[in-house]
């Protein structure tokens, strides 16, 4: 999909630089980033919001503001999403088995080859 395609199919939040996308998740308009990641790299890293400018200097003041602002507005809503999507991907770590070299690399240093 062109970009000017998932804007014009992007549903509005009341947050000039913030919709959601065909799925329903919370994006930055006309960009590629979601919601979600952005916000938890800014809490997991103890960022200011110029902090978070200077690591991602393609968005706008106004873009990071907005974001800042919908997650402020929403923090409860969207710390639930994170412990979902955290939960989520330890399930899929604990579910999925490890790769045929790490099993060997486990059995070796268990042998006290490594």
Do not use: C
Request: hydrophobic share 45%; aromatic share 8%.
């Amino acid at each position: 999909m062109l970009q000017a395609d998932a804007d014009m199919a992007a549903t509005s939040t009341g947050y000039q630089h913030i919709s959601l996308d065909a799925d329903g998740v919370p994006v930055i308009a006309g960009t590629g980033y979601k919601v979600a990641p952005l916000i938890e790299q800014f809490k997991a890293r103890n960022w200011s919001a110029e902090e978070l400018r200077a690591h991602y200097p393609d968005l706008t003041p106004a873009q990071l503001h907005s974001l800042l602002a919908y997650y402020y507005d929403r923090a409860g809503e969207l710390e639930e999403d994170l412990q979902r999507r955290a939960a989520a991907v330890e399930a899929a770590r604990h579910n999925t088995p490890a790769p045929a070299i790490v099993e060997r690399l486990r059995a070796a240093r268990r042998a006290g080859a490594v």
